[in-house]
């Protein structure tokens, strides 16, 4: 069903079909011969494949990678379907699919679905990628003692294949990874909750059926009605998520992602690593072999996921460094550069001026008249304003390669490499006139003047900056006594 002029389904129809095409299925499933439950295995993964593929196109999400992921683990795990069903219709030269057309598959399309898992949870918590991998590691984490402790010992009494067992801890580090990291979504989902229940209904079938193939005695493989309708409500539950409407709401969190602290989270990721290597090692302890499969496995996915978070971890650090070192080098009010930074290339600018660099240097002493009364009368908030307009203005008549900073209160500098003269007192004049300019307050038209002092250095030796901004700021003074006395 479909909303009134509109392309996207309703919530309600994609209920409805899902309910019906569900009892259809386990009704065959429950009545009909194993070739017909392989026959509706296969379908229902082409069903999920085209569902979700039509999801993300009429609901128009916003991020299809992840859900591109999906339609083709769908497709790769239809491969492992389908060649069980050949393999029951047509006369093969086996009894059953040979390993290498079922278990790369099969562990590709698994591997495929924690990947967009994952991307999906990174959208709800951009700022807390680590904490995401965390939830993924600490599922892979719990998935190790129930493989050890309850799948891993009935596999071996029932003499199973290392295949066999390979395809069944894939599954189970996968599916418990996914559950750990849509976990991170649950509390910032919104009305995404709808399409995260299908997800969830999907893991949890799909746990059901690996269940059921290998815990329960009536079960063979694909053989059993239980497993197979299992494992068919997961691909129908997938393909539900994806053409439901709320698909479009999780992909786009609109509330903000909270996590633990970093060293909580550091200490969870810690323990989550060390359940692995503990449980597949006890049996040693115990006087029998390690459990290889989980020690090798287990790891193989998990480190990729290290990897990612130390990659993470490093880009947060270098953003912060890059953070702190703007912040010690800015006025946190306007963004110019401070004094110290400003102090700094005015060093290395009068290193190569007194090494022969064309031009002269000038350095701009602009102090605001009038600023205390403003501030006084209508606050800091207009004060402020006052400072961030100063700033914008000066800046914008400044020659490329000028230098602007404010230096404290209401007194800015600018540094003029490679000028003259006449440029540098055309640039003062500049300058007074950009501030004097009225700006526009909350209905009022806020008013100051700019005294400025220019000094020119022109000498091919270093000097201090502290000595031309002596010069600049006596000047300036000189200048603003003149205009005092001319006003009175």
């Given at each position: 069903?479909?909303?009134?002029?509109?392309?996207?389904?309703?919530?309600?129809?994609?209920t409805?079909?899902?309910?019906?095409?569900?009892?259809?299925f386990?009704?065959?499933?429950?009545?009909?011969?194993?070739?017909?439950?392989?026959?509706?295995?296969f379908?229902?993964?082409?069903?999920?494949?085209?569902?979700?593929?039509?999801?993300?196109?009429?609901?128009?999400?916003?991020?299809?990678?992840?859900?591109?992921?999906?339609?083709?683990?769908?497709?790769?795990?239809s491969?492992?379907?389908?060649?069980?069903?050949?393999?029951?219709?047509?006369?093969m030269?086996?009894?059953?699919?040979?390993?290498?057309?079922?278990?790369?598959?099969?562990?590709?399309?698994?591997?495929l679905?924690?990947?967009?898992?994952?991307?999906?949870?990174?959208?709800?918590?951009?700022?807390?990628?680590?904490?995401?991998?965390?939830?993924?590691?600490?599922?892979?984490?719990?998935?190790a003692?129930?493989?050890?402790?309850?799948?891993?010992?009935?596999?071996?009494?029932e003499?199973?294949?290392?295949?066999q067992?390979?395809?069944?801890?894939?599954?189970?580090?996968?599916?418990?990874?996914?559950?750990?990291?849509?976990?991170?979504?649950?509390?910032?989902?919104?009305?995404?909750?709808?399409?995260?229940?299908y997800?969830?209904?999907?893991?949890?079938?799909?746990?059901?059926?690996?269940?059921?193939?290998?815990?329960?005695?009536?079960?063979?493989?694909?053989?059993?009605?239980?497993?197979?309708?299992?494992?068919?409500?997961?691909?129908?539950?997938?393909?539900?998520?994806?053409?439901?409407?709320?698909?479009?709401?999780?992909?786009?969190?609109?509330?903000?992602a909270?996590?633990?602290?970093?060293?909580?989270?550091?200490?969870?990721?810690?323990?989550?690593?060390?359940?692995?290597?503990?449980?597949?090692?006890?049996?040693?302890?115990?006087?029998?072999?390690?459990?290889?499969l989980?020690?090798?496995?287990?790891?193989?996915?998990?480190?990729?996921?290290?990897?990612?978070?130390l990659?993470?971890?490093?880009?947060?650090?270098?953003?912060?460094?890059?953070?702190?070192?703007?912040?010690a080098?800015?006025?946190?009010?306007?963004g110019?550069?401070?004094?110290?930074?400003?102090?700094?290339?005015?060093?290395?600018?009068?290193?190569?001026?007194?090494?022969?660099?064309?031009?002269?240097?000038?350095?701009?002493?602009?102090d605001?008249?009038?600023?205390?009364?403003?501030?006084?009368?209508?606050?800091?908030?207009?004060?402020?304003?006052?400072?961030?307009?100063?700033?914008?203005?000066?800046?914008?008549?400044?020659?490329?390669?000028?230098?602007?900073?404010?230096?404290?209160?209401?007194?800015?500098l600018?540094?003029?490499?490679?000028?003259?003269?006449?440029?540098?007192?055309?640039?003062?004049?500049?300058?007074?006139?950009?501030?004097?300019?009225?700006?526009?307050?909350?209905?009022?038209?806020?008013?100051?003047?700019?005294?400025?002092?220019?000094?020119?250095?022109?000498?091919?030796?270093e000097?201090?900056?502290?000595?031309?901004?002596?010069?600049?700021?006596?000047?300036?003074?000189?200048?603003?006594?003149?205009?005092?006395?001319?006003?009175?």
């Amino acid at each position: 069903m479909r909303l009134p002029g509109s392309s996207r389904p309703r919530p309600a129809g994609v209920t409805a079909g899902f309910v019906v095409l569900a009892t259809a299925f386990a009704i065959g499933h429950l009545t009909g011969s194993a070739t017909v439950r392989l026959a509706l295995l296969f379908a229902s993964g082409l069903i999920a494949a085209v569902a979700v593929l039509i999801g993300v196109r009429v609901n128009r999400v916003s991020d299809r990678r992840p859900w591109l992921l999906v339609i083709i683990a769908m497709v790769s795990l239809s491969v492992v379907n389908g060649a069980w069903l050949l393999t029951a219709v047509l006369p093969m030269p086996w009894a059953e699919p040979p390993p290498w057309l079922v278990v790369p598959p099969q562990i590709g399309g698994y591997a495929l679905m924690l990947a967009a898992s994952l991307m999906i949870v990174l959208r709800h918590a951009p700022r807390d990628g680590s904490g995401t991998i965390d939830a993924a590691v600490a599922g892979i984490a719990v998935a190790a003692p129930v493989w050890e402790f309850v799948f891993r010992p009935r596999m071996l009494h029932e003499h199973a294949g290392i295949g066999q067992q390979l395809i069944v801890l894939t599954q189970l580090l996968v599916l418990f990874g996914i559950c750990g990291a849509l976990l991170r979504v649950a509390r910032t989902c919104g009305s995404g909750r709808a399409c995260l229940g299908y997800l969830f209904a999907a893991l949890g079938c799909t746990v059901a059926g690996t269940a059921a193939v290998n815990m329960m005695p009536s079960a063979s493989g694909h053989q059993g009605s239980l497993p197979a309708l299992c494992f068919a409500l997961g691909y129908l539950c997938l393909g539900a998520a994806g053409l439901h409407p709320s698909v479009r709401a999780l992909m786009e969190p609109s509330v903000p992602a909270t996590g633990r602290g970093p060293r909580r989270q550091l200490e969870m990721f810690g323990a989550a690593m060390l359940v692995v290597p503990v449980v597949g090692g006890i049996g040693q302890l115990l006087g029998e072999p390690p459990d290889g499969l989980l020690l090798t496995l287990a790891p193989v996915l998990s480190i990729p996921l290290v990897m990612v978070r130390l990659s993470r971890l490093n880009a947060q650090r270098a953003r912060d460094q890059r953070a702190l070192a703007h912040q010690a080098a800015h006025d946190e009010l306007t963004g110019l550069v401070n004094r110290r930074r400003l102090f700094t290339l005015m060093e290395r600018a009068i290193a190569r001026h007194a090494a022969g660099t064309a031009g002269d240097l000038a350095l701009i002493y602009c102090d605001l008249n009038d600023f205390k009364p403003v501030n006084d009368r209508y606050g800091h908030e207009a004060g402020d304003e006052i400072l961030r307009a100063t700033a914008d203005r000066i800046s914008a008549v400044v020659r490329p390669g000028d230098v602007v900073a404010r230096i404290g209160g209401d007194e800015f500098l600018i540094f003029c490499p490679d000028t003259d003269e006449a440029s540098a007192y055309a640039l003062s004049d500049r300058i007074a006139g950009a501030v004097a300019q009225p700006l526009p307050w909350q209905g009022k038209r806020l008013r100051v003047t700019a005294a400025v002092g220019t000094t020119l250095w022109a000498e091919r030796r270093e000097v201090a900056p502290d000595v031309l901004l002596a010069t600049a700021d006596a000047r300036m003074y000189a200048n603003k006594r003149a205009r005092k006395n001319l006003a009175a």
